[in-house]
């Protein structure tokens, strides 16, 4: 817990901002660094800053790789709701990053264990995630890990929970259009990366945030096991910093 270092911001696009100055970091120290990135809403500030400084000429994404961690289960990579299609609207497109160096679990892989074991063997190949951005759910849930009895080790296919179904259905027509499967990393291969960065913003995310970094370790909370993890950075707003203990 010593190690879990805080960074509580005002806003959320303060948040985005600090969160930047830590990739900046990481790609001016390492280049060719491989950077694992999350969908959804809290890393919408972070990623318009890092375009812009990508525009500004100060970051370089020209050998920075990454891998995304989840990705629903049958939707195609051009779905307007795949998170393919997210990463490539919200930042891909806008930044000098080569389409190769980007990976996304395949939602449509007719082998899945297949597919997954070929996700955890191009970041092995890659040399392991430098840094890993994650968001947080409502639930604990880190990428699409779900509470459940026991941590996922590697890359997999997941059921979604209800709670995270109704969450997410606010991109969708419907909730029935909400896909029921996902593929997401492991969360062992989220505590195998070096540096972790966690954004958190919003009072909604106050009671979640609080329980994963000062309760106990289990799996039904499972962003709980970034107390574990040796080099975790948690970005958050005041919003979803007032429920931590002083
Ligand atoms: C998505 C992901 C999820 C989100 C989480 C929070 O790639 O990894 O774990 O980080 O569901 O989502 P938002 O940011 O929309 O509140």
């Known amino acids: 817990m010593l190690h879990v270092k805080w960074n509580i911001t005002q806003t959320p696009e303060e948040a985005g901002r600090l969160a930047a100055d830590l990739f900046e970091a990481q790609i001016h120290a ?3 660094c491989v950077i694992g990135l999350a969908t959804g809403s809290t890393p919408l500030p972070l990623y318009r800053e890092l375009i812009a400084r990508n525009a500004a ?3 370089d994404f020209s050998r920075v790789r990454t891998a995304n961690l989840d ?3 049958g939707l195609a990579p051009d779905h307007p709701q795949s998170y393919r299609r997210f990463m490539q609207e919200n930042l891909f497109d806008h930044i000098n990053i080569r389409p190769e160096n980007t990976i996304v679990p395949d939602g449509l892989a007719a082998d899945i264990p297949a597919m997954c074991a070929s996700y955890e063997r191009q970041i092995e190949d890659w040399g392991g995630v430098d840094l890993q951005l994650l968001g947080i759910g409502h639930d604990g849930h880190i990428g699409f890990n779900e509470p459940c ?4 080790v590697h890359t997999h296919r997941i059921e ?3 709670m995270t ?3 997410n259905k606010r991109f969708f027509a419907s909730l029935d259009e909400v896909p029921s499967a996902a593929i997401s990393m492991g969360i062992g291969t989220v505590m195998a990366a070096r540096k972790i960065v966690m ?3 919003g009072a909604d995310k106050a009671e979640i945030l609080a329980e994963a970094f000062f309760g106990p370790v289990v799996p039904s909370v499972p962003a709980s096991i970034l107390q574990l993890h040796p080099d975790v950075t948690v970005i958050c707003d005041a919003a979803a910093a007032s429920r ?3």
């Open 30 to 32: 390492k280049p060719a």
């Open 57 to 59: 000429g100060t970051l």
């Open 71 to 73: 990705e629903y289960q």
């Open 149 to 152: 009895g026991e941590f996922p």
């Open 160 to 162: 979604l929970t209800e």
């Open 165 to 167: 179904r109704s969450a």
């Open 199 to 201: 954004i958190v913003t």
């Open 244 to 246: 931590l203990p002083r």
